[in-house]
């Protein structure tokens, strides 16, 4: 569904971002890895068209996006959960809900069911549904996040960091709805530094240090290292 050629990425004339080579199939959950600084947001932000500064190709679904501006990037369906949340706080969450649809097609009977479906998968934000966003817990502001990504009926959605500074609780109750996502065929990529979050959750992994792709394979493959617990590091010292 996704495939990355050869992206470099950046904010200046300096690419953050150098000649990545990523696939994500339909229907998988993906993992992209790595320590602070390694360029997995600006990576993101290249997918979606929110960074000018980009060369290479980047296909979903057919389509080569690395020309189109975000909206149309959005149109084609796929979705970023940015990090840190960023919702609108002083709206309500059925507000900040409907911002997310702004690109939907269908008009009021297609905005309805994307409610529905939103609901359904995180009934927190129905029982929220007249609150102001600031006043949502850390966990209920991340779900916010996610449900404003899917009322984009997107086929790609993607995330980044969405477990980061919550609680293990949430991050569980989290993972279960990615996890029920998933089965109705929504495609996942997920930025993470965790490992012992990401490799359960993901079928494949790719370890992104200081802007390369330092490492690809299986999540299996991956738990099953005996340098895991460094893994960040010896890679990171591997491509100084």
Known sequence: MLRLEGVSAGYGPAPVVQGVDLAVERGECVALLGPNGAGKSTLMSAITGTIEHRSGRIVFDGDDLALLPSHRIVARGVALVPEGRRVFAPLAVEDNLRLGAVRLRGGAAALAERFAFVYRFLPRLAERRTQAAGTLSGG??????????????????????PFLGLAPLVVAEIRRTLERLRETGLTLLV???KLDIALPFASRAYVLIK????LHDSTERIAQ???LTNLYFALAAAHA
């Open 140 to 161: 209920e502001q991340q779900m916010l996040a996610i449900g404003r990504a899917l009322m984009s009926a997107p086929r790609l959605l993607l995330l980044d960091e």
């Open 191 to 193: 930025v993470e530094q």
């Open 211 to 214: 802007g390369r792709i330092a």
């Open 225 to 227: 290292r005996e340098d």
